[in-house]
């Protein structure tokens, strides 16, 4: 099994990707799961964490809380996608399990370090902040990482919180933009495949029709989620973006894309956290992240439904 650190800003799609993930144990090993601000803030997104693994049957994962603001910028939350606890939807009990007591940043580190080289998978499902923190007061670990695959970022469905950014990339830019510099290995999961991954209503029934909590947690999370992008995009259905992450990890298969150039927008207030990424390779800059552009979404939601059976 791949051995990953989930980082994540729960969020009903990050629930969903730890869902699988912890589904999953043939083909992932989690280590720790690290919570950073985004969606929501920090105070409730360690909370939410903490409530989808004791969803899952596993208050053993250590839970750690990370950076509660972005790099030199104030935090921009999601509550009008997610709801006030961002993780609106079910009705969940508190988690009892502990938050562990180190800053997600140093596990990271020290994570990187103790493994061997080439040995851990960053899964970065929010901003980037705890990652970029850790490349810059590490940085010998960039080079330790066996690959970094992400949520972030759009090409030909351009942005979702700004005409040019996605939510991600552009609460944190500074971040993304150390990481996508770092060197390491990276896959991304940007809008153009993840617009793809809709949860229409037989998909949804199917999570439902499980009969299990999770099932149905899963099936609640998506309703509420999805009322947001049917109103305001009159899309199918909600997007499940950050779960193309962890079903990478499974299926690498389902997703395809090309090994480009992507560059971050810090400066420009108009197209700020904006991608840049060299589809057409007409840049002449090297290759830096393969940036994939489809999935087999029947695929997909077979492989999530079926995982989820499995809790
Ligand atoms: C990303 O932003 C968040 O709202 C979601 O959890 C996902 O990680 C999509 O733009
Ligand atoms: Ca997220």
């Known amino acids: 099994a791949r051995k990953i650190i989930i980082d994540t800003d729960p969020g009903q799609d990050d629930a969903v990707a ?18 950073v601000a985004g969606n929501v803030p920090l105070h409730l997104t360690e909370r939410n964490a903490r409530m989808v693994c004791e969803l899952a049957g596993r208050p053993d994962m250590r839970v750690f809380a990370g950076c509660d603001r972005p790099l030199g910028r104030e935090l921009v939350t999601a509550e009008h996608v997610h709801g006030k606890s961002g993780l609106d939807g079910p009705t969940l009990p508190e988690p009892t399990m502990p938050l562990q ?59 979702n919180i700004t005409p040019a950014a996605e939510f991600n990339i552009y609460v944190d830019p500074q971040a993304a933009k150390i990481v996508f510099k770092s060197g390491a290995r990276l896959t991304v999961m940007p809008l153009d495949v993840t617009h793809k991954a809709l949860v229409t209503k037989p998909r949804n029934d199917a999570f439902r029709a499980l009969g299990t909590p999770v099932g149905m947690a899963v099936a609640q999370m998506t309703d509420f989620f999805e009322r947001f992008d049917r109103e305001k995009y009159g899309s199918a259905g909600a997007p499940l973006h950050d779960p193309c992450v962890t079903a990478y990890l499974i299926r690498p298969d389902l997703f395809s894309g090309r090994h480009i150039n992507v560059e971050i927008e810090t400066q420009s207030d108009l197209t700020m956290g904006m991608t840049v990424a060299d589809w057409w390779r007409v840049s002449g800059r090297a290759p830096n992240a393969m940036f994939m552009g489809d999935i087999d979404a029947d ?11 499995r809790l």
């Open 101 to 159: 007591d180190d800053h997600a940043v140093d596990f990271i580190i020290d994570t990187l370090r103790n493994e061997p080289p080439g040995t851990v998978t960053l899964c970065p499902l929010g901003p980037l902040t705890n990652i970029a923190v850790a490349f810059e007061k590490a940085p010998d670990i960039a080079e330790r990482v066996a690959e970094v695959v992400l949520m972030g970022g759009a090409y030909f469905e351009v942005g």
């Open 18 to 35: 730890i869902l699988l993930a912890l589904a999953s144990p043939d083909e992932i090993e989690v280590l720790g799961v690290t919570a």
């Open 299 to 309: 695929g997909f939601f077979a492989l999530l439904t079926e995982r989820l059976a």
